[in-house]
Nanobody, 121 residues
């Protein structure tokens, strides 16, 4: 099995920064794309940022220029550096990854449990 665990969320004032981490563990052969999503109360989950295995990135318009996604393939870890945070960034942030399992040789889509980010005005 594969597990994703996010960390780094918390309460921060507007204009502040947080760095989220997502560590993948378990029976991992390789990881393809990694994603960060967020879901605010009463809203649908939305894609925030995406990074390929080769390091290419895409961002939602709402976070361009403020958030940076990166990954350390040796550590099976993705990061989301969030700067100039706004109250509207308040949400539960989820990590998602496409992972090939060592045991089944099959690709699977895995999610973390989420980490709360709250930005006060």
């Amino acid at each position: 099995q594969v597990q994703l665990v996010e960390s780094g969320g918390g309460l921060v004032q507007a204009g502040g920064s947080l760095r989220l981490s997502c560590v993948a563990s378990g029976s991992i052969d390789r990881i393809n794309a990694m994603y960060w999503y967020r879901q605010a109360p009463g809203k649908q989950r939305e894609l925030v940022a995406h990074i390929t295995s080769g390091g290419s990135t895409t961002y939602a318009d709402a976070v361009k220029g403020r958030f940076t996604i990166s990954r350390d393939n040796a550590k099976n870890t993705a990061y989301l550096q969030m700067d100039s945070l706004k109250p509207e960034d308040t949400a539960v942030y989820y990590c998602n990854a496409v992972v090939a399992s060592l045991t089944t040789a099959a690709w699977g889509d895995y999610w973390g449990q989420g980490t709360q980010v709250t930005v006060s005005s």
